[in-house]
């Protein structure tokens, strides 16, 4: 028989201010590394393990929602909980401190790029961090499959998608509709394979009460109302179209600028699955079509990418700075300032969606997550997106133990600093920030030893 948690008074989960939200949001968007996965098993450690804030049937409930959301599922993930406590302004700066700090990050490392080039330090800080990324994500892999994976059948769902993406290169929107389809038809039959009561328990035998708890009653803010989802899609549309309107009278529709803007738009609707799966659109067209920059430096950009806080796709800032630069839009003697717009452009219209699926949707999605037609496919969603983070793992893993393809040299001082990030994160409990910061100051001591 398990014996029932006692919490203590002083594990009481007392109430959270805006401003204390304030300083997490604003902390995480400097930690946020390891790209979704990691950044989603940085959350859950904070906000459900430590700081009980959610619980886990109601973290992974939204982040199911998330996961079917064209998007960064990190940072709507962040939005959503943001709004869950603290209204739409909560929601709002639990979104933009997701993307502001590494906006910034992008911004100077692009300048210091194009002006400086091959620089040792950086590229030995990046030496290192690259590995230890690889680390993080078969971590979060972990993670999140050891919280999700409770029974055979999910596992199996896991296992098949990682088949269809790796073996078979199914795309990831048809195995997302797989799985949905899956988990709503086997849960009229099995229900309880996706009740999630073995999950609850262990749930609260390990973490205690959360301030929003899985019994705890919608919130006013939270109910859904045809008046509110219409306000929202009023304003989320005008904070498109007014902005592009703007630049294509202004600049017209052929300009660079007005192009980014259009082509990010498109972009935004088309990441399904998070940055990999629409990187390979985003080269095509950055590179191959419009030339803002060369295969290279998206390469490069890439890497950056990797190697900053915040989304993965934040990449797009990279493009966006080097097509103002490279392209002198505002003349030689505005380069930077050229840059730091088209970064900034490009930003607005990857993001702005993002935030509107989740102040639109949301209210829906909180009314379900104790209805099994609902929570059956979302389920099912999230053991398939383990199956697909592992992929991602492996991805990771071959393009940094193997730079040059498996023709080439197997990088032995990369597979040492993984093996160590991953001691760390799976032995010692380490956080991502530390593995993060000793990665990068291992791989610059080696870089400037070479």
């Known amino acids: 028989m398990e014996q029932e948690l006692i919490t203590p008074p002083e594990a009481e989960v007392l109430p959270i201010s805006f401003w204390q939200a304030f300083l997490f949001w604003l902390k995480l968007g400097f930690i946020s590394f390891g790209g979704p996965a990691g950044q989603i098993a940085v959350m859950h450690q904070e906000l459900v393990e430590q700081k009980r804030w959610i619980s886990e049937k109601r973290f992974l409930h939204a982040l199911n929602y998330c996961m079917l959301l064209p998007g960064p599922e990190a940072q709507q993930l962040a939005t959503y909980i ?8 909560g929601g709002l700066v639990a979104g933009i401190l997701f993307v502001l700090p590494s906006l910034f990050i992008l911004i100077g490392l692009s300048w210091v790029y194009v002006k400086f080039g091959d620089v040792p330090i950086i590229a030995g800080i990046f030496y290192g961090i690259k590995p230890a990324v690889v680390a993080i994500v078969f971590h979060a892999t972990h993670r999140i499959g050891s919280r999700s994976l409770k029974n055979k ?4 769902i896991a296992a098949l998608s990682f088949i269809a993406i790796f073996f078979l290169n199914l795309p990831f929107p048809l195995i997302v509709l797989s799985a949905a389809i899956i988990g ?3 849960s009229k039959k099995y229900p309880s394979l ?10 609260k035998k390990d973490y205690g009460p959360a301030l929003i708890d899985d019994d705890t009653p919608t919130p006013a803010h939270a109910i859904f109302s045809w008046k509110r989802l219409g306000r929202i899609i009023l304003i989320g549309g005008l904070l498109w179209f007014l902005p592009i309107l703007s630049l294509s009278l202004t600049l017209g529709w052929d300009h660079a600028y007005t192009q980014m803007a259009w082509f990010f738009t498109k972009a935004a609707l088309l990441t399904f699955g998070g940055a990999y799966a629409v990187l390979p659109y985003v080269y095509q067209g950055a590179v191959n079509y419009y030339g803002w920059l ?4 998206m390469i490069d950009g890439l890497a950056l990418g990797e190697s900053t806080p915040g989304p993965l796709i934040m990449v797009v800032a990279f493009v966006g700075f080097l097509g103002g630069y490279n392209h002198a839009l505002l003349g030689s003697e505005h380069l930077f300032l050229a840059g730091a717009i088209g970064a900034t452009i490009v930003t607005w219209f990857t993001f702005l969606f993002s935030f509107i699926f989740i102040l639109a949707g949301a209210p829906i999605i909180e009314s379900t997550h104790n209805q099994i037609k609902f929570t059956a496919p979302l389920t099912a969603i999230t053991a398939a997106v383990v ?3 592992l992929n991602l793992a492996l991805f990771f893993a071959y393009h940094v133990l193997w730079p040059k393809g ?11 600093i993984t093996l160590l990030a991953c001691v760390a994160l799976f032995k ?8 993060i910061g000793a990665a990068a100051v291992l791989g610059l001591v080696i870089q400037l030893s070479l």
Request: net charge positive; glycine share 10%.
């Open 184 to 186: 709503y038809l086997t």
């Open 387 to 389: 199956g697909v983070i």
């Open 82 to 89: 943001g709004w869950l406590m603290h209204r739409t302004t």
């Open 294 to 297: 060369s295969p290279t430096q």
């Open 153 to 156: 059948f999910l596992w199996l």
């Open 428 to 435: 010692f409990n380490q956080s991502v920030l530390r593995v």
């Open 194 to 203: 996706f009740s999630g009561g073995n999950a609850h328990q262990q749930s």
């Open 406 to 416: 498996f023709n080439g040299q197997f990088d032995y001082i990369a597979a040492v």
